[in-house]
């Protein structure tokens, strides 16, 4: 065999693909180190965070039932239009009460907030916020589109 001094120094096509598999080995090992990085630091943040969130979450609530007792008193018909203001949770109760006199028929929002002597759009904004996820009232299509809806009690 005859064989080039060259040849067998200078590096052959497999010893340039060893070097480009080490190349993307090392990547690999540097995005693992880099992920474990990341969730280390999210698992610290969460550590952190959930105390406080729960402390928040525990004021929310407090400060909903004190403003809840300080409406609940403040009932009264304003005298633009004559409409009643009702207090946070006072209107859910009273279309609930409202709906369950009349367990037979469906009601539109309008309607609803007639009888209450309210305006409607409170009425519709409660049902969109509050109503949709309350298991006693039930929300029945009507119209073109099934945009509208009918409520009455289950």
Do not use: H
Request: glycine share 8%.
């Amino acid at each position: 065999m005859n064989m080039n001094k060259r040849d067998v120094t200078a590096p052959d096509k497999y010893d340039l693909f060893i070097q480009k598999i080490d190349q993307f080995q090392l990547l690999v090992e540097k995005k693992k180190e880099l992920q474990d990085s990341i969730t280390q630091i999210q698992c610290e943040y969460e550590e952190r965070i959930r105390p406080i969130q729960d402390e928040l979450t525990v004021i929310i609530k407090k400060l909903d039932q004190n403003l809840s007792r300080l409406e609940s008193g403040t009932e009264a018909t304003t005298a633009k239009g004559g409409y009643t203001k009702y207090g946070r949770g006072q209107l859910g109760e009273a279309i609930k009460e409202l709906l369950r006199t009349n367990p037979s028929q469906a009601f539109k929002p309008k309607e609803i907030a007639d009888a209450l002597n309210t305006k409607g759009t409170a009425v519709s904004l409660w049902f969109n916020k509050y109503g949709i996820a309350d298991d006693e009232i039930e929300r029945i299509p009507s119209g073109k589109g099934g945009k509208r809806f009918v409520y009455k009690i289950k």
